[in-house]
């Protein structure tokens, strides 16, 4: 019941009075109709399952005990003493005293809990490590969750709406777009019928049924907020404000037509609780997955080795791009199918395989989706026009941790300021071999306009503008010449990075 000041309470007493004596409104519109979910979650709730994890320990993890006293006799001085029930071991869950079985463990499926022989016998216990949820692919028992609700698990078990639960192979995991699927020993189960995400629009309801905080089958239902929401390298996620929290991950999301349209993977929060946000992978890009694991094992992927960044508005108007597209490439693995077909640091690629590439996030998802060792042609913005380079797909392999450079820096030399506010010296041959370059020039110090656009001491400048740079002469003439009314784009770069930074160059008055 809500409290008002005694004040508002006189004044809300008046009002009441002459309400009756008010002249006569016109009735507001009566509301549009609210969707009815419960077909649809009748239809649908019986392909969702639950997914039980468990890990082995060894009991004697568990912690000693003091000679003669067992779990439950900790358990009742803590309770008496300090209020609290037992302080929970190192899996998460409270030590297991003797005779005590994980949940749902009957029949062989979840075992015994490992029952105590002693403090000192070092046997193996099944504990539970976590929950989830999932749904029925096929009627012959495939099932598709999320990588990370199965991570490190020993042992899986899936629970369905009837009460019934098996032991699950695992199939397969995906962890670049968090799929996995396994396998469990039943015929004739209800499937899910699966939809089309490219058709998902955004402001459309759909339902989301999962075991939030380990609740099996529960409901929530919101609209899409959003589509392709780049949160990862393959991932155009769809954002929705359905209530998704620890518990739902890898269930489905669902339309009003009873398909499913994604898979709940992540949330936006600050406290580890739902916040409004909470992203879904589209069901076309998880089945592709889902088809290579039942098929494999594993997901194949393509690669062309290169390390890619957005193309800014700031970029785009310095390079003359009409757009602010395509994918900046900030570095090219030596030896790669990049290198070999020609890119350099500083393209922008514009198309793979005719397909536009409209932002940064698009590339990886159109090269892992095609087939390694299959040709392909990336166009590429360079120096003012575009160029088709032909490429060979690579297979996709475990990330390279970039080296750090073992020498020195090279002495400065005596230099002059410019109208971008830098002061470079020449790079040695040898560090010019060594940084696979065939020119630049070292930042010595910066200040002005490079300062201001974030360049560093140390930094690299490859090109100005459409120019390459050979050596600090050619670098000072061509700054020199710059019209202090355009932006210009630098090639810049850092470690095993290269960017383009725009910089409007300084007036002659200018600081």
């Not at 079985?101 to 539970?128: A, C, I």
Request: aromatic share 4%.
């Amino acid at each position: 019941m809500t409290i008002l000041p005694l004040r508002k309470f006189f004044a809300a007493a008046v009002v009441a009075v002459c309400l009756p004596f008010a002249p006569h409104v016109a009735s507001a519109a009566p509301a549009a109709n609210l969707p009815d979910f419960t077909d649809l979650v009748d239809k649908v709730g019986p392909s969702v399952v639950n997914i039980r994890t468990t890990t082995r320990v060894s009991l004697s993890q568990s912690g000693s005990l003091p000679p003669g006293m067992d779990n439950g006799d900790m358990s009742e001085f803590f309770r008496r003493f300090f209020g609290i029930p037992l302080p929970q071991g190192p899996q998460g869950q409270a030590p297991q005293g003797r005779g005590q079985t994980p949940r749902g463990g009957q029949g062989g499926q979840g075992g015994q809990g490992g029952q105590d022989s002693g403090p000192d016998s070092g046997s193996d216990s099944e504990q539970n490590s976590g929950v989830g949820s999932g749904f029925i692919m096929t009627s012959d028992g495939y099932v598709m969750t999320n990588a990370h609700v199965v991570d490190d698990a020993d042992s899986i078990y899936v629970t369905l709406t009837d009460k019934r639960e098996f032991k699950a192979k695992l199939i397969g995991v995906d962890d670049r777009t968090d799929v996995a699927v396994v396998k469990i020993q039943a015929n004739n189960l209800p499937a899910v019928n699966v939809g089309d995400s490219n058709k998902v629009r955004v402001g459309e309801w759909v339902v989301a049924i999962g075991s939030p905080f380990g609740l099996e089958n529960t409901v929530t239902a919101g609209i899409v907020s959003a589509k392709g929401r780049d949160t990862g390298d393959y991932l155009p996620f769809i954002q929705t404000d359905v209530a998704v929290n620890p518990g739902n991950s890898g269930g489905p999301l669902i339309n009003m037509q009873g398909e499913v349209i994604g898979i709940n993977s992540q949330i936006y929060s600050r406290t580890g609780g739902f916040m409004g946000i909470s992203f879904a992978i589209p069901i076309d890009e998880a089945m592709r997955v889902a088809d290579q694991l039942k098929t494999t094992g594993k997901v194949t992927r393509g690669r062309i080795a290169v390390a890619i960044g957005e193309v800014t508005k700031d970029v785009a108007d310095s390079l003359g791009l009409p757009k602010a597209q395509g994918a900046l490439v900030s570095s090219v693995e030596p030896g790669g199918p990049a290198e070999k077909a020609g890119i350099q640091p500083g393209d922008i690629i514009l198309k793979f395989n005719g397909q536009s590439v409209d932002t940064a996030t698009d590339l990886p998802r159109m090269v892992g989706d095609t087939k390694p060792g299959t040709k392909a042609t990336v166009t590429v913005w360079r120096k003012g026009q575009t160029r088709d380079l032909p490429i060979t797909i690579a297979e996709m392999q475990a990330d390279k941790g970039a080296k750090a450079d073992p020498k020195k820096a090279p002495e400065p030399k005596p230099r002059a300021a410019n109208a971008l506010g830098l002061s470079v010296t020449d790079i040695p041959a040898d560090q010019l071999a060594q940084l696979k370059i065939k020119g630049g020039v070292v930042v010595d110090s910066v200040d002005g306009p490079a300062a201001r656009a974030g360049l560093q001491k140390g930094d690299i400048i490859l090109r100005v503008g459409d120019t390459d740079i050979a050596n600090a002469k050619q670098f000072q003439d061509v700054s020199s010449h710059l019209d202090p009314q355009k932006m210009v784009a630098i090639l810049v770069r850092r470690g095993d990075n290269t960017q383009f930074v725009p910089i409007r160059p300084r007036g002659p008055a200018q600081k």
